[in-house]
Structure formats: structure tokens, C-alpha cells
């Protein structure tokens, strides 16, 4: 099993930045997992963020982010980050990190998820 805790998210203004973070844990994760972040804004459908594979080789952004939020992750610490910068008011959403053991866009493919963090973006 593997357990994924979100942290970061928060209110800021239009403009400014956050980073989110997602430590993992758990007896089978180990630095193979593919990470990913997904939003869902009320009354929407789950939007796929950002994703990075095992080996950290591949990254891949949502059309809605892309330039502006960039994903990493620290092997050594379980840990995925997304860095979130020129942030605007569509960006207010629950953003979920998730794992699988390949870097997949569809949210169904992922077994593994965290509880999920608010961010609020004001005007």
C-alpha cells in the first residue's frame, strides 16, 4: 500500500505563486512510482496537472498550466513537488497528488491518491 499527504495549498492573489508538496510513504512506494497532480474545481471534472515519471526523465503539463507550474520530486525524501507561479483565478481548485507505477494522464489509472489540497486564487 502506499499513503500520499498533500501539503501547501493556501490563498493567494492573482499573480503569486505556491508550492505544493507530497510525501509518500508506505511498504511497496520506492522511486519507480510515477507522480502526479490532478485538480478538481467544484462542479468539474478531475483535470490532469502535471506528471513525472519513476526515473524523472519524462515530465508532462495540462495545456492550462504549461510554462507555469513545473513538477519535480526528491527520491530521497518520497517526496513530489509542484511549483505554481503566475497563478490566476482558474487555478482555484483541490489539487490531488497521485502514483502509479507508470506516468499516466488519465486519472483512472492511478490507484494511489492523497486527500487533496484547496488552493484559492482571489482577484
Known amino acids: 500500500q502506499v499513503q500520499l499527504i498533500e501539503s501547501g495549498g493556501g490563498l493567494v492573489q492573482a499573480g503569486g505563486s505556491l508550492r505544493l508538496s507530497c510525501v509518500a510513504s508506505g511498504r511497496t512506494f520506492n522511486q519507480n512510482y510515477a507522480m502526479a497532480w490532478f485538480r478538481q474545481a467544484p462542479g468539474k471534472e478531475r483535470e490532469f496537472v502535471a506528471l513525472?515519471?519513476?526515473?524523472?526523465?519524462?515530465?508532462n503539463y495540462g495545456y492550462a498550466v504549461k510554462g507555469r507550474f513545473t513538477i519535480s520530486k526528491d527520491d530521497a525524501n518520497n517526496t513530489a513537488y509542484l511549483q505554481m507561479n503566475s497563478l490566476n483565478p482558474d487555478d482555484t481548485a483541490v489539487y490531488y497528488c497521485?502514483?502509479?507505477?507508470?506516468?499516466?494522464?488519465?486519472?483512472?489509472?492511478?490507484?494511489?491518491w492523497g486527500q487533496g489540497t484547496q488552493v484559492t486564487v482571489s482577484s
Open positions: 497521485a502514483a502509479a507505477l507508470a506516468p499516466y494522464i488519465q486519472y483512472a489509472h492511478y490507484p494511489y
Open positions: 513525472i515519471s519513476g526515473n524523472k526523465i519524462t515530465t
